[in-house]
């Protein structure tokens, strides 16, 4: 039924004001744009003395469009369609206008002589409902999908900094928590999670890509054509054992019918650190110890001629002012990479081909990290019925760090005082309380290196059988060496007394080289079946796969050679050691999928996977993981039809299935690959008969036989939606994910003798729900976009088969904090009186007061609790495009809330170890000062160093993670050049962070510390 004026313009203002509250909730930047009049904007663009047309455009229903384009071919300034849907433009005769608006399908027609009055139907473009998206073994119909996917194409991810995908996902994708705790070249991958932390071992999701599995930091970006990730169980079940904790699914780009094109894309930049600790100068520092040492009843160790010796600087090697992070971290950090791509191809044969070179600097002396990439994709079509396809892939990465190691440096110079100088005035360097001298380490204590070259290729045969049936292949093989020799050259350290300088120690050189050589056979082959019969659409799938692996480890070290030789052989002898091993796994599956889809309205689908894995015994070898699912397109019925003018798609979605795990991970993160038997050491040597006899002993870890699989149920319930006409899209999630039988080791008494098995003792419940909505329009030639979504999760321990222990017992979080809840600090010793006894040890006034859960007669150990989780319960993301005319600009933030930090001790604690005091401690409490923010100094006394709610912060955070603008130049002006498309951009990186936590970054609680890092990029995209 046609609408009349007035209630198409309360449609319209409905629209706008829905629009408003989103924006309004997200960002503040597009209401205004969303709820300008269309009136205001329906003016002549381009004037002309020519011929003046009119026109209406309406959609299919004969309704009309407001804020349609009206423009000229081959222009970008027009006119745009009123109230009314009507537009005025100058045109001359034979003239082609283009007719366009978001979610419908734009329309060219051609001025004719004597006509000025043209009427336009636009048909809606069903793109995002005919969208595919990459699924386990194919591809489905986005409209037909009853699992819940989160999908990322490559236009989010180009030029974006970095050689690893998973920072460039962060905030983009609901239920994908993705943590960065170091920036260091070569080690900045993000730790990816896919809805909370399923399991107390390894809860990374698998990687799959070109349908093999791999690693995130395999691919290059820009690379990349699409990224799915399967999050619910109707999903990923078809992978079975590895799915558990998610799959991610990567295409990379492939060749094209048409002329050739060449790519380049390139970028160069710079770093510096973000957030870093505050620390004191000598002279505070010299203060606040001598104040330590006078509340623990102690002479002071620095006179007042120390003190103003430290204040003046009149003697910088015995009374320096050292600034050690400042020392430490004071490289630029530039970093470059450049990116070729050609593809091209005819009617049978289509090819790609792409490389890359990526170079950073890291912000510590001798950090650094290059990679290049190559990735061919080849597909013939032999003949209609016969297609080939092959993909090689080929890395070779080289990090290179200081030998003492990234961390180490990095707690050193948490550690080490301002009052000891980094280096004397001739040259020479000191040891901070004869133990270490980070800066020294990192510029002359030699580098540790890993290089690693991978090669990755397959070949895929694909036969059309008959109609709609299909038989796939893949057979693939991996190749990886990675070799990391480490050479730690020796130093001479001196020191400074009443003599003079004189040498006091010089570190042992040595060499050592750790190699690890990985192969991998995996073999794919499975039908697959598509076929429509009226109003009933059938497909299924029916497969087969073997994978077989094999890592091999060597390792060799020896001491005292010349810091000018890197060879094994320059070292000596005596005290040489060496060591190898090698490891197999092998995992064979079968797995069938079966869809319906009934008049387009009624889906359903079922998978399941059966595997054997050699992990465990042979009678408790394989393991079924079934899923099923149904989706139901309310917007198809009858009854809807109302609504199709505003309302594109409602599917409502509901799914079940259960997933496996096998990753059998030991309690220090080391994998056990056979935890059902004995494994023996070659080395134990003994005497017999005065003679030394070789022998061999029994591994640490006792073997379980009984052990089997870990597994995952999972239920999920989602609603789908698209409005006015596809520009309003809406995703919602409910899921519960409860992990029983998880593999983990329970505690035994230390009396045993070895190291617990490993068991299925485990339960841990993730339950939340995930929203994301996304709105697309343009005004004139003003395009915009914004997509926003929100997850929260919560994670609990159900049970642990008696295996509790204070911190992580039935009830708590995993990833969790555990202390005392402290009340403040005693302010005098009227509070201490009135306080219950804190068998930690009598407190003093300035001492922090812990809170007496349990109500007995004093705070001792059982008045703990859970302090609350560094694995964040809510993650959200925002991401806005915005374009006019060549100008593009994006934005990408992302947060996360209901998230505990603790940073380390060497931060939190003043003169921990000996070390240094952040600049809050200028604040301690003192009798002059009782109201201060931190408690009383001490050298000695630990009740202040217990782990409590003071020392546990609020680790929630906004950041800006990235921002670019960047300007196309005119098509025409570069043709002539012979370049299509030429592109300059500028890009920032953690442009700020918002945040109560105090000293560091809040995602860097379990990292290195190395810091996050603020990118500076300037870049170039050309298409030939």
Same mark, same amino acid.
């Given at each position: 039924?046609?609408?009349?004026?007035?209630?198409?313009?309360?449609?319209?203002?409905?629209?706008?004001?829905?629009?408003?509250?989103?924006?309004?909730?997200?960002?503040?930047?597009?209401?205004?744009?969303?709820?300008?009049?269309?009136?205001?904007?329906?003016?002549?663009?381009?004037?002309?003395?020519?011929?003046?047309?009119?026109?209406?455009?309406?959609?299919?229903?004969?309704?009309?469009?407001?804020?349609?384009?009206?423009?000229?071919?081959?222009?970008?300034?027009?006119?745009?369609?009123?109230?009314?849907?009507?537009?005025?433009?100058?045109?001359?005769?034979?003239?082609?206008?283009?007719?366009?608006?978001?979610?419908?399908?734009?329309?060219?027609?051609?001025?004719?002589?004597?006509?000025?009055?043209?009427?336009?139907?636009?048909?809606?473009?069903?793109?995002?409902?005919?969208?595919?998206?990459?699924?386990?073994?194919?591809?489905?119909?986005?409209?037909?999908?009853?699992?819940?996917?989160?999908?990322?194409?490559?236009?989010?991810?180009?030029?974006?900094?970095?050689?690893?995908?998973?920072?460039?996902?962060?905030?983009?994708?609901?239920?994908?928590?993705?943590?960065?705790?170091?920036?260091?070249?070569?080690?900045?991958?993000?730790?990816?999670?896919?809805?909370?932390?399923?399991?107390?071992?390894?809860?990374?999701?698998?990687?799959?890509?070109?349908?093999?599995?791999?690693?995130?930091?395999?691919?290059?970006?820009?690379?990349?054509?699409?990224?799915?990730?399967?999050?619910?169980?109707?999903?990923?079940?078809?992978?079975?054992?590895?799915?558990?904790?998610?799959?991610?699914?990567?295409?990379?780009?492939?060749?094209?019918?048409?002329?050739?094109?060449?790519?380049?894309?390139?970028?160069?930049?710079?770093?510096?650190?973000?957030?870093?600790?505050?620390?004191?100068?000598?002279?505070?520092?010299?203060?606040?110890?001598?104040?330590?040492?006078?509340?623990?009843?102690?002479?002071?160790?620095?006179?007042?001629?120390?003190?103003?010796?430290?204040?003046?600087?009149?003697?910088?090697?015995?009374?320096?002012?050292?600034?050690?992070?400042?020392?430490?971290?004071?490289?630029?950090?530039?970093?470059?990479?450049?990116?070729?791509?050609?593809?091209?191809?005819?009617?049978? +044969?289509?090819?790609?081909?792409?490389?890359?070179?990526?170079?950073?600097?890291?912000?510590?002396?001798?950090?650094?990290?290059?990679?290049?990439?190559?990735?061919?994709?080849?597909?013939?079509?032999?003949?209609?019925?016969?297609?080939?396809?092959?993909?090689?892939?080929?890395?070779?990465?080289?990090?290179?760090?200081?030998?003492?190691?990234?961390?180490?440096?990095?707690?050193?110079?948490?550690?080490?005082?301002?009052?000891?100088?980094?280096?004397?005035?001739?040259?020479?360097?000191?040891?901070?309380?004869?133990?270490?001298?980070?800066?020294?380490?990192?510029?002359?204590?030699?580098?540790?290196?890993?290089?690693?070259?991978?090669?990755?290729?397959?070949?895929?045969?694909?036969?059309?059988?008959?109609?709609?049936?299909?038989?796939?292949?893949?057979?693939?093989?991996?190749?990886?060496?990675?070799?990391?020799?480490?050479?730690?050259?020796?130093?001479?350290?001196?020191?400074?007394?009443?003599?003079?300088?004189?040498?006091?120690?010089?570190?042992?050189?040595?060499?050592?080289?750790?190699?690890?050589?990985?192969?991998?056979?995996?073999?794919?082959?499975?039908?697959?079946?598509?076929?429509?019969?009226?109003?009933?659409?059938?497909?299924?799938?029916?497969?087969?796969?073997?994978?077989?692996?094999?890592?091999?480890?060597?390792?060799?070290?020896?001491?005292?050679?010349?810091?000018?030789?890197?060879?094994?052989?320059?070292?000596?002898?005596?005290?040489?050691?060496?060591?190898?091993?090698?490891?197999?796994?092998?995992?064979?599956?079968?797995?069938?999928?079966?869809?319906?889809?009934?008049?387009?309205?009624?889906?359903?689908?079922?998978?399941?996977?059966?595997?054997?894995?050699?992990?465990?015994?042979?009678?408790?070898?394989?393991?079924?993981?079934?899923?099923?699912?149904?989706?139901?397109?309310?917007?198809?019925?009858?009854?809807?039809?109302?609504?199709?003018?505003?309302?594109?798609?409602?599917?409502?979605?509901?799914?079940?299935?259960?997933?496996?795990?096998?990753?059998?991970?030991?309690?220090?993160?080391?994998?056990?690959?056979?935890?059902?038997?004995?494994?023996?050491?070659?080395?134990?040597?003994?005497?017999?008969?005065?003679?030394?006899?070789?022998?061999?002993?029994?591994?640490?870890?006792?073997?379980?036989?009984?052990?089997?699989?870990?597994?995952?149920?999972?239920?999920?319930?989602?609603?789908?939606?698209?409005?006015?006409?596809?520009?309003?899209?809406?995703?919602?999630?409910?899921?519960?994910?409860?992990?029983?039988?998880?593999?983990?080791?329970?505690?035994?008494?230390?009396?045993?003798?070895?190291?617990?098995?490993?068991?299925?003792?485990?339960?841990?419940?993730?339950?939340?729900?995930?929203?994301?909505?996304?709105?697309?329009?343009?005004?004139?030639?003003?395009?915009?976009?914004?997509?926003?979504?929100?997850?929260?999760?919560?994670?609990?321990?159900?049970?642990?088969?008696?295996?509790?222990?204070?911190?992580?017992?039935?009830?708590?979080?995993?990833?969790?904090?555990?202390?005392?809840?402290?009340?403040?600090?005693?302010?005098?010793?009227?509070?201490?009186?009135?306080?219950?006894?804190?068998?930690?040890?009598?407190?003093?006034?300035?001492?922090?007061?812990?809170?007496?859960?349990?109500?007995?007669?004093?705070?001792?150990?059982?008045?703990?609790?859970?302090?609350?989780?560094?694995?964040?319960?809510?993650?959200?993301?925002?991401?806005?495009?915005?374009?006019?005319?060549?100008?593009?600009?994006?934005?990408?933030?992302?947060?996360?809330?209901? +998230?505990?930090?603790?940073?380390?001790?060497?931060?939190?604690?003043?003169?921990?170890?000996?070390?240094?005091?952040?600049?809050?401690?200028?604040?301690?409490?003192?009798?002059?000062?009782?109201?201060?923010?931190?408690?009383?100094?001490?050298?000695?006394?630990?009740?202040?160093?217990?782990?409590?709610?003071?020392?546990?912060?609020?680790?929630?955070?906004?950041?800006?993670?990235?921002?670019?603008?960047?300007?196309?130049?005119?098509?025409?002006?570069?043709?002539?050049?012979?370049?299509?498309?030429?592109?300059?951009?500028?890009?920032?990186?953690?442009?700020?962070?918002?945040?109560?936590?105090?000293?560091?970054?809040?995602?860097?609680?379990?990292?290195?510390?190395?810091?996050?890092?603020?990118?500076?990029?300037?870049?170039?995209?050309?298409?030939?």
């Amino acid at each position: 039924m046609r609408k009349t004026k007035e209630e198409l313009k309360s449609a319209r203002k409905g629209e706008r004001l829905f629009m408003a509250s989103l924006f309004a909730t997200s960002c503040c930047m597009l209401p205004m744009i969303s709820l300008a009049s269309p009136a205001d904007n329906a003016v002549m663009v381009v004037q002309q003395k020519s011929n003046v047309i009119h026109g209406m455009v309406m959609d299919n229903n004969g309704d009309a469009i407001i804020g349609a384009y009206v423009v000229k071919k081959g222009e970008r300034s027009g006119a745009v369609t009123d109230v009314d849907g009507k537009f005025t433009i100058d045109a001359t005769d034979g003239t082609e206008l283009v007719v366009s608006y978001v979610g419908f399908q734009s329309k060219t027609f051609v001025v004719k002589a004597g006509k000025a009055d043209y009427s336009i139907t636009l048909e809606a473009d069903n793109k995002v409902l005919d969208d595919v998206v990459v699924v386990g073994y194919g591809t489905q119909k986005k409209v037909n999908l009853t699992g819940s996917i989160a999908t990322v194409s490559a236009d989010k991810l180009v030029n974006r900094t970095g050689s690893d995908v998973s920072n460039m996902l962060t905030g983009l994708m609901p239920g994908v928590t993705i943590i960065q705790n170091s920036s260091m070249p070569g080690a900045d991958q993000g730790i990816l999670r896919v809805r909370g932390l399923g399991t107390m071992g390894n809860s990374s999701a698998m990687v799959i890509v070109d349908g093999v599995e791999s690693s995130l930091s395999a691919v290059n970006p820009n690379d990349i054509e699409n990224i799915s990730v399967l999050k619910d169980a109707a999903a990923s079940a078809i992978y079975g054992v590895r799915a558990a904790n998610g799959v991610v699914l990567i295409t990379t780009k492939h060749g094209q019918k048409g002329r050739t094109t060449v790519t380049y894309d390139g970028y160069v930049g710079w770093q510096q650190a973000t957030r870093m600790p505050k620390y004191v100068g000598s002279y505070d520092y010299a203060k606040l110890m001598n104040l330590a040492y006078k509340n623990d009843g102690q002479a002071a160790p620095y006179s007042d001629a120390d003190l103003q010796k430290f204040k003046d600087g009149s003697d910088p090697d015995r009374y320096p002012n050292s600034d050690w992070l400042g020392a430490l971290l004071s490289e630029k950090g530039f970093f470059h990479n450049h990116h070729v791509g050609i593809k091209g191809g005819g009617e049978r +044969v289509v090819y790609s081909l792409a490389m890359n070179y990526f170079d950073k600097d890291g912000l510590i002396y001798n950090t650094n990290y290059k990679k290049f990439n190559i990735l061919t994709n080849l597909d013939a079509q032999i003949n209609k019925r016969v297609k080939l396809s092959t993909n090689l892939s080929l890395y070779r990465s080289k990090q290179t760090s200081p030998a003492e190691g990234v961390s180490n440096l990095m707690h050193y110079a948490f550690r080490e005082a301002p009052t000891t100088a980094i280096q004397y005035a001739n040259g020479h360097y000191p040891l901070f309380k004869n133990e270490h001298n980070s800066v020294a380490s990192a510029r002359m204590g030699g580098t540790s290196t890993n290089v690693v070259t991978s090669v990755q290729g397959n070949l895929g045969l694909t036969v059309d059988i008959v109609d709609g049936l299909k038989f796939r292949g893949i057979a693939a093989s991996s190749f990886s060496l990675s070799d990391n020799p480490v050479h730690s050259m020796s130093m001479p350290f001196y020191g400074i007394n009443a003599g003079g300088e004189s040498l006091v120690k010089t570190t042992q050189s040595y060499i050592s080289e750790y190699d690890i050589k990985y192969f991998e056979t995996n073999l794919q082959a499975y039908l697959d079946y598509n076929k429509t019969f009226g109003k009933h659409s059938i497909s299924g799938l029916l497969g087969l796969s073997q994978i077989y692996q094999q890592t091999r480890y060597l390792y060799a070290m020896r001491k005292n050679l010349p810091n000018s030789l890197s060879q094994l052989s320059a070292g000596e002898v005596k005290g040489q050691s060496t060591d190898g091993n090698e490891v197999e796994y092998a995992l064979r599956s079968a797995f069938g999928r079966l869809n319906y889809v009934y008049a387009d309205k009624y889906l359903f689908e079922a998978n399941l996977r059966y595997d054997g894995t050699s992990r465990f015994p042979k009678n408790k070898r394989f393991g079924a993981f079934p899923s099923f699912s149904l989706g139901w397109r309310v917007s198809e019925e009858a009854f809807m039809q109302s609504t199709h003018s505003w309302l594109n798609n409602l599917k409502l979605r509901l799914s079940w299935g259960l997933l496996g795990n096998q990753e059998t991970i030991n309690s220090d993160g080391s994998v056990n690959y056979y935890p059902y038997q004995n494994t023996y050491s070659y080395g134990y040597d003994y005497s017999y008969n005065d003679q030394l006899q070789s022998g061999i002993s029994i591994s640490s870890r006792m073997a379980n036989p009984n052990i089997t699989w870990e597994k995952t149920a999972q239920w999920n319930f989602g609603i789908d939606a698209t409005l006015f006409s596809n520009r309003l899209n809406f995703t919602l999630d409910v899921f519960r994910k409860d992990t029983r039988d998880i593999l983990l080791q329970l505690p035994v008494p230390g009396i045993l003798g070895v190291d617990p098995p490993m068991q299925n003792a485990g339960k841990v419940r993730n339950t939340g729900f995930e929203l994301q909505t996304s709105y697309n329009n343009h005004v004139g030639d003003f395009v915009y976009s914004i997509t926003g979504n929100f997850s929260y999760v919560h994670n609990k321990i159900v049970d642990l088969s008696g295996g509790d222990v204070p911190g992580q017992s039935v009830g708590d979080p995993l990833w969790a904090y555990y202390g005392y809840v402290c009340d403040g600090i005693f302010r005098s010793q009227q509070e201490i009186t009135n306080h219950v006894r804190q068998s930690m040890g009598d407190p003093v006034p300035g001492d922090l007061k812990y809170r007496n859960l349990n109500d007995d007669d004093k705070v001792d150990s059982n008045d703990r609790k859970i302090l609350g989780s560094y694995f964040p319960k809510i993650n959200y993301g925002i991401n806005i495009n915005l374009q006019y005319k060549g100008f593009d600009l994006s934005a990408v933030l992302q947060g996360a809330a209901d +998230v505990k930090g603790l940073p380390v001790p060497e931060i939190r604690y003043a003169f921990y170890n000996g070390g240094k005091v952040t600049n809050k401690y200028l604040d301690s409490w003192t009798e002059d000062n009782p109201n201060a923010s931190m408690p009383r100094l001490s050298m000695t006394d630990k009740k202040n160093r217990l782990i409590s709610s003071f020392w546990v912060q609020d680790a929630s955070y906004l950041k800006m993670r990235n921002i670019q603008l960047g300007y196309t130049l005119p098509a025409k002006l570069m043709s002539k050049y012979g370049v299509s498309r030429m592109r300059i951009y500028g890009s920032i990186d953690n442009l700020f962070t918002i945040s109560s936590f105090d000293s560091v970054d809040p995602e860097l609680v379990s990292g290195s510390y190395y810091p996050l890092t603020r990118n500076y990029t300037i870049g170039l995209n050309i298409t030939f």
